[in-house]
């Protein structure tokens, strides 16, 4: 299935280029109008959750214990510890993370194959706050038609000059200050809120905390206030791929051509020629709502963010013109052409794509939580020297060098007893069974030394690092190698 370009950006080939060529087109400012219905009110109940969410998990507090982190999420860089309630990882669980976005991305994969750009529509952070700032300004400046209006007056001491002045003054000064929030709440997931909320204020937060809350509330300014849907058009590549995802059983915002063609207003019909016109009146609402500037009329196109705001539109005129709703709905191509054609058409949401998409992700989301239920609190990591990789003593055993790492991820201390199993007739300094011991939440590192006689040290061996926790009875271990002349 493919994407069209907007005819409204972008020249059609058979048309002369104009006379003064340029590859810089200017922006053309999109004024969406509000819009009541459906698709708005879901829009707005996710958008909700998605801020609710976001701005209220830094402040959620989860007993660990004494001298650990009371945030219930935190991606404590100091100590390399990302905590998600119960769950702690450190920096060798990055493959945790690895799985998380595989599983992100094909849930992105499999909602998009069954309903187009849902993502881009109503969850996508840039969407939900551009949202949000266009409500601002809605309530401020009023709906599109007053916006325009006011936009093409001029700045001045008279009375219009002024009431555009502080209208704009006040939008940017409540989108600066959603911005800071919106900045703000980002910084508290690296920090303790509580406590960065009371140092930020007080003067005593350290540089870091101050530099990148600015940076987040510009940037959460510039691309929610200013930049809004050229960020989904130009700057996101996401766009770019999605159509590889959908085809002709997707369910997207389409308008139903076969319904609405041929469009023109009713009222200007010409009865003395018969023409027979489509439910189409041709009144724009679904342009104007559109919070890209697009026409859906046009066909699936870049710009589209499956937001079903045209719908809605839509559906207002159609009720008012007393018509059958779902003018522009939810649907796919294929139905809609074999309505055209004059037959009905099922769903078919269970695909070749679907099967595919849902089995990596069942495999994905089994391999995390074995991983994850599987997870223990104790880690061992060996590193063998590599110069020189063994060395021959002056009573001809072959001695190899070790830097061994146990990391004890409890939130208290801990025993262990670490034995070695390899070559015939091995030894071990400090020690072949060694008693050690570590504190809480720490790594403790050991640097151990493993001899063998010449007659049993010859070309590479296996050398088994075994470790009893016996504090909670957990045990691991380490497959390393033992090196001697070949
Ligand atoms: S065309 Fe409709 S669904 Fe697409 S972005 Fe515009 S309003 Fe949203
Ligand atoms: S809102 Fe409906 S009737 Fe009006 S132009 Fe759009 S598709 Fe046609």
Redesign the pocket.
Known sequence: MGVMETKRRVPKADQPPPQSSSLYANRVRVYPRAVRGLDRRVKWAILAVCLGVYYVTPWLRWDRGPGRPSQAVLLDIATERFFFFNLEFWPQDVFYLAGLLVLGAVTLFLVTSLFGRLWC?YTCPQTVWTDVFMAIERWIEGDRNERMRRDQRAFGLNRQGLDKAWRKLSKHAIWLAVSFWTGGAWIMYFADAPTTVVQFWSGTAPAPIYIYTFLFTSTTYVLAGWAREQVCTYMCPWPRFQSAMLDEQTIT?TYQAWRGEPRGHHLKLDAAAGARLGDCVDCMA?VH????????RDGM?L?????????D?CNEVMGKLGRAKGL?TWDTLARQNARKAGRQEKLHLWRARTFVYLGVLLVAISAMGVALAMRTHTAIAVAHDRMPLFVRLTNGDIRNGYMVDISNKMGRPADYVLTLDGPKGLTARPAGVMHLHAAADSILELRVWVSAPPESAHGSQRLLFRLHNLTNGEKVRYESVFLGPK
Request: hydrophobic share 40%.
């Open positions: 529509g915002v679904c709502a559109c919070p890209t500037g697009i026409d859906i196109q710009e589209c963010i499956n937001c079903g705001l045209c719908a539109a522009i």
